[in-house]
């Protein structure tokens, strides 16, 4: 693959991530938005959309790794290394779904924080404004959410602060493709 089919994976990605995310939602008709995290899509356990969900997870995770190691190291390398991270860090949330109790814990802390720590590291190697509102957001959204300011499920703060950062990622995966030879 080239670089600029590879660049494509960056556009690819979030249209796959939130369409195996819609579909285990639409197939759960017990999924509330105020009281539920994502993750309870893919206990193994309770939940019978959880081989679409944990596998939508570990594959949007590889592919994500995929793009970054592949396509955004030609342009960000640094963002490249902490995306591959977080892409890594997403599978590891569907290979260790609720079932796993504080290990999954963890590794939802540290996909979570490896986005908002990725968007930063975009900001300040591409002077990037997009980065420093990806980073906001991501911040935000969890802030807001663990003093109060708003009652939802986890679910809402997971949404928000991954929609926050598309932006960013949808801008490198453009400039990538420009970039990459055909």
């Given amino acids: 693959m080239n670089n600029r089919n590879s660049a494509l994976l960056?556009?690819?990605?979030?249209?796959l991530a939130?369409?195996?995310?819609?579909?285990?939602?639409?197939?759960?008709?017990?999924?509330?938005?105020?009281?539920n995290a994502l993750s309870d899509l893919g206990h193994a356990a309770?939940?019978?959309?959880a081989?679409?969900?944990?596998?939508?997870?570990?594959?949007?995770?590889?592919?994500?790794?995929?793009?970054?190691?592949?396509?955004?190291?030609?342009y960000a390398k640094w963002t490249a290394i902490s995306?591959?991270?977080t892409g890594f860090s997403l599978q590891t949330i569907g290979a260790f779904d609720e079932v796993y109790g504080f290990l999954h814990y963890i590794v939802s802390v540290i996909f979570f924080v490896s986005i908002g720590v990725t968007s930063i590291v975009y900001a300040?190697?591409?002077?990037?404004?997009?980065?420093?509102?990806g980073f906001a957001v991501v911040a935000l959204s969890w802030g807001l959410y663990f003093i109060g300011f708003y009652s939802a499920g986890v679910a809402v703060p997971e949404m928000i602060s991954t929609l926050g950062i598309l932006p960013?990622?949808?801008?490198?995966?453009?400039?990538?493709?420009?970039?990459g030879k055909s």
Avoid: D
């Fill in 168 to 179: 960013w990622v949808a801008m490198t995966a453009l400039r990538a493709y420009r970039l």
């Fill in 51 to 74: 081989p679409i969900f944990n596998f939508g997870l570990l594959l949007t995770g590889l592919l994500t790794s995929s793009y970054a190691l592949l396509s955004l190291k030609t």
């Fill in 10 to 15: 960056g556009i690819l990605v979030p249209v």
């Fill in 124 to 133: 300040a190697e591409k002077r990037s404004y997009l980065g420093l509102i």
């Fill in 18 to 35: 939130y369409s195996f995310i819609a579909l285990a939602i639409f197939l759960s008709p017990w999924f509330r938005w105020q009281s």
């Fill in 83 to 85: 995306l591959a991270f």
């Fill in 46 to 49: 309770r939940s019978s959309v």
